[in-house]
């Protein structure tokens, strides 16, 4: 049974950082497929933040994630990370992780990730 659940949300300032992680069940990180993390703001549609493809370890990020953000992974912990610095105001957010098997051409598309998380809070504010 696939299962994958998100962990680490809370309060930071401005300019902080904070680390989301992404707890797998019923496959490994070194199977086929990827873990996408998303968010959703406020009264905003969810957008992808980036993702990272288990084979090639091949990571890919939204303009607004690239070089604030870092997708990694733990094969032994069974846990994928989002490390997230810099962060600012308009990072508030839901965040999810969500399991799938994109091509590498898909990887934005959520219809191309099949489990979900319940997602975490995620408040910068000062």
């Known amino acids: 049974q696939v299962q994958v659940g998100e962990s680490g949300g809370g309060l930071v300032q401005p300019g902080g950082s904070l680390r989301l992680s992404c707890e797998v069940s019923g496959f490994t990180l070194d199977d086929d497929g990827a873990i996408g993390w998303f968010r959703q703001g406020p009264g905003q549609e969810r957008e992808v933040v980036g993702c990272i493809s288990f084979a090639d370890i091949m990571t890919y990020y939204a303009d607004s994630a690239k070089g604030r953000f870092t997708i990694f992974k733990d094969n032994t912990k069974n846990t994928v990370y989002l490390q997230m610095t810099s962060l600012k105001d308009e990072d508030t957010a839901v965040y999810y992780c969500?399991?799938?098997?994109?091509?590498?051409?898909?990887?934005?598309?959520?219809?191309?990730?099949?489990?979900w998380g319940q997602g975490t809070q995620v408040t910068v504010s000062s």
């Open positions: 969500a399991f799938g098997d994109p091509p590498p051409s898909a990887w934005r598309h959520e219809a191309e990730y099949t489990f």
